[in-house]
C-alpha cells in the first residue's frame, strides 16, 4: 500500500483483503495532500483510519464466524465471477450454504473492517449467490474406514455432525422421527425466510457423499442407543434440538408457541381471522408475525430489549413493518386472561441499565414502565425452548445440566456414556443455526478423535 502520490495506484493480490474500500478512490492517488477532505470517502480513510487496519493472522471476518470460514477467499471468488471455485471454499468449512446464506446472524459483517468505512460487505448475500449459482460438491472423504457412526436428529447439527463424520472417512447413518430430514428448518422456519428448494439443495448435497438417511425413527429410551451399538455403531451423536417449550407464569390456557404457530402456519393457505399478538425478542417472532399477515390477521408485535437493539436484522423488522406489523418494541408481557375466544393481555413498557462492559443492557428490576392492556383473538408467546430429556433414566449414565440440557465435556462434547456425543440444542439450549453447524462439526472432530484412540 502507497503512503504518498504515485503515477499509478500500487495493489498487491496477495495483500489484499476483498472489502473493497480501496477501490472507489485508490489512497495511491489521494495520499497525503488530499487528507483534510472532510466528506470524501478518501478524506476519511486517510484522516481517521489506518487502512488497510494492520496485518491480521487471521482476518477479522474469520475470525468472527463460528465455523472459521474463509470470507475473503469466497468474496474473491464471487467478485471474479467463480462461483463454483466460491461455493467450494464455503463447503470446505459449512454444509448449509443456502440455508446460511439466507439465516445466518453474519457475525463476519459486524467484524468487517469496511464498516469501518461505510458499511461492511454484504457476505451473507455473497454466500447466498455463490449456493445459488455454484456448482461443486463436498470434499471427498479422507479414507474410508470400518467404522460406523449413528447420527439421531437431521436438523442442523445433525446434518452437519454427518456431514463432517463422512469427510473423516466414517460409514455414516443419519435417523429422524420426521418424514423428512430438516429439523426445525424444515418444520416451522417460514418459505419466505427459507424455500424448501433450497434447504433440500442442501441436504440433498450431504447425502450424495454416501450418507445413510433413515426417518420416521424416533428415540424413545436409553434403550434404543444400546441396539445401535448392538447393531455395529461404533459411535452415537445425538443432535435431537431443544423442542419442549417452557410455559411462561400468569399466562391462561390457549396460548400458542412460536413454534407450534409455525409449524401450522408455515405452509400458508390457512386463515386467521381478528388480531393476532405475538409477543418474544428474536427472529422467530417477527417470523410468526408476518406468517399471521399472510393468513389474513391484524398483527401486533411486542419486542422485548432495548428499543432499536433488537437482535432481529434491521430488514427483517422493515419488511415486517410494510407488510402491515405493528411492532411496539421494548414491552413485555407480564400476564393474560382469556374469556372465550377473546384474550386481553397485559403488558409493561421495559426499563434498562447503562450497558455493561460488554454492551449488554439488562432489564431494571427497580423501574417500572408504563402498563398497556391489549386485546386479541390469538396469543402467540416465544416462550424459551428446552430439550426433552424425557427418554434418560433415573440414574443412568446420562444426566441434565442445572439449566436442563443434556451434560457433554465440553473438550469433545462426549456424555456420561463412552461413546456417545451430544450436539447443538441438546447440549447447549436454543441457538443460531451456524452455532448449530459448528457443535455439530464438534462432535464429529470428539468422535474421530474418540475411534482413532480405540483403536
Given at each position: 500500500?502507497?503512503?504518498?502520490?504515485?503515477?499509478?495506484?500500487?495493489?498487491?493480490?496477495?495483500?489484499?483483503?476483498?472489502c473493497g474500500a480501496c477501490?472507489?478512490?485508490?489512497?495511491?492517488?489521494?495520499?497525503?495532500?488530499?487528507?483534510?477532505?472532510?466528506?470524501?470517502?478518501?478524506?476519511?480513510?486517510?484522516?481517521?483510519?489506518?487502512?488497510?487496519?494492520?496485518?491480521?493472522?487471521?482476518?477479522?471476518?474469520?475470525?468472527?464466524?463460528?465455523?472459521?470460514?474463509?470470507?475473503?477467499?469466497?468474496?474473491?471468488?464471487?467478485?471474479?465471477?467463480?462461483?463454483?471455485?466460491?461455493?467450494?471454499?464455503?463447503?470446505?468449512?459449512?454444509?448449509?450454504?443456502?440455508?446460511?446464506?439466507?439465516?445466518?446472524?453474519?457475525?463476519c459483517m459486524h467484524a468487517c473492517v469496511r464498516g469501518a468505512l461505510d458499511r461492511p460487505a454484504e457476505v451473507r448475500a455473497l454466500k447466498r449467490a455463490a449456493a445459488s449459482h455454484g456448482r461443486a460438491?463436498?470434499?471427498?472423504?479422507?479414507?474410508?474406514?470400518?467404522?460406523?457412526?449413528?447420527?439421531?436428529?437431521?436438523?442442523?447439527?445433525?446434518?452437519?455432525?454427518?456431514?463432517?463424520?463422512?469427510?473423516?472417512?466414517?460409514?455414516?447413518?443419519?435417523?429422524?422421527?420426521?418424514?423428512?430430514?430438516?429439523?426445525l428448518l424444515?418444520?416451522?422456519?417460514?418459505?419466505?425466510d427459507l424455500p424448501a428448494s433450497a434447504l433440500q439443495q442442501d441436504i440433498q448435497a450431504i447425502l450424495r457423499t454416501g450418507i445413510e438417511l433413515r426417518t420416521g425413527w424416533r428415540l424413545q429410551t436409553e434403550d434404543d442407543i444400546e441396539r445401535l451399538f448392538g447393531d455395529g455403531y461404533r459411535a452415537v451423536v445425538?443432535?435431537?434440538?431443544?423442542?419442549?417449550?417452557?410455559?411462561?407464569?400468569?399466562?391462561?390456557?390457549?396460548?400458542?408457541?412460536?413454534?407450534?404457530?409455525?409449524?401450522r402456519f408455515r405452509a400458508g393457505g390457512e386463515?386467521?381471522?381478528?388480531?393476532?399478538?405475538?409477543?418474544?425478542?428474536?427472529?422467530?417472532?417477527?417470523?410468526?408475525?408476518?406468517?399471521?399477515?399472510?393468513?389474513?390477521?391484524?398483527?401486533?408485535?411486542?419486542?422485548?430489549?432495548?428499543?432499536?437493539?433488537?437482535?432481529?436484522?434491521?430488514?427483517?423488522?422493515q419488511r415486517a413493518r410494510a407488510e402491515g406489523v405493528e411492532i411496539?418494541?421494548?414491552?413485555?408481557?407480564?400476564?393474560?386472561?382469556?374469556?372465550?375466544?377473546q384474550w386481553t393481555v397485559r403488558c409493561r413498557e421495559q426499563s434498562f441499565e447503562p450497558a455493561d462492559p460488554v454492551g449488554r443492557r439488562w432489564p431494571a428490576a427497580l423501574k417500572k414502565g408504563r402498563a398497556e392492556s391489549f386485546a386479541a383473538e390469538t396469543l402467540v408467546l416465544s416462550g424459551e425452548r428446552l430439550p426433552d430429556l424425557g427418554w434418560v433414566r433415573a440414574g443412568s449414565a446420562f444426566s441434565a445440566t442445572p439449566v436442563g440440557t443434556l451434560r457433554a465435556r465440553a473438550e469433545d462434547l462426549m456424555t456420561g456414556r463412552a461413546g456417545v456425543f451430544a450436539a447443538g440444542e441438546l447440549v447447549a439450549g436454543e441457538r443460531n443455526v451456524v452455532l448449530c453447524i459448528a457443535s455439530g462439526r464438534r462432535a464429529a472432530e470428539g468422535v474421530r478423535r474418540y475411534l482413532e484412540g480405540a483403536a
Open positions: 500500500m502507497a503512503v504518498a502520490r504515485t503515477h499509478h495506484p500500487v495493489w498487491s493480490g496477495e495483500r489484499c483483503l476483498p477501490t472507489r478512490h485508490c489512497p495511491a492517488t489521494v495520499f497525503l495532500e488530499l487528507a483534510r477532505e472532510p466528506d470524501s470517502l478518501r478524506g476519511r480513510v486517510a484522516r481517521e483510519y489506518a487502512f488497510p487496519p494492520g496485518k491480521f493472522d487471521i482476518p477479522p471476518c474469520r475470525a468472527a464466524c463460528p465455523l472459521s470460514q474463509d470470507v475473503p477467499g469466497y468474496q474473491r471468488a464471487v467478485a471474479a465471477g467463480d462461483f463454483d471455485r466460491a461455493l467450494g471454499i464455503v463447503l470446505e468449512t459449512n454444509p448449509l450454504p443456502s440455508v446460511c446464506g439466507r439465516l445466518c446472524l453474519s457475525a460438491e463436498h470434499p471427498r472423504p479422507e479414507r474410508d474406514r470400518s467404522e460406523r457412526v449413528a447420527v439421531i436428529g437431521a436438523g442442523p447439527a445433525g446434518l452437519s455432525a454427518a456431514t463432517f463424520l463422512r469427510r473423516f472417512g466414517f460409514g455414516v447413518t443419519l435417523f429422524d422421527a420426521a418424514r423428512d430430514a430438516g429439523g424444515a418444520s416451522a422456519v417460514p418459505a419466505f445425538l443432535a435431537l434440538g431443544a423442542p419442549r417449550v417452557e410455559r411462561p407464569g400468569g399466562i391462561a390456557e390457549g396460548w400458542l408457541s412460536v413454534l407450534d404457530f409455525a409449524r386463515t386467521l381471522p381478528g388480531a393476532l399478538l405475538v409477543a418474544g425478542a428474536g427472529r422467530e417472532a417477527v417470523a410468526a408475525a408476518r406468517m399471521g399477515i399472510r393468513a389474513g390477521a391484524a398483527v401486533r408485535l411486542l419486542l422485548a430489549g432495548p428499543p432499536g437493539e433488537s437482535p432481529v436484522p434491521p430488514a427483517a423488522l411496539l418494541e421494548g414491552f413485555e408481557v407480564v400476564g393474560a386472561e382469556r374469556k372465550g375466544a
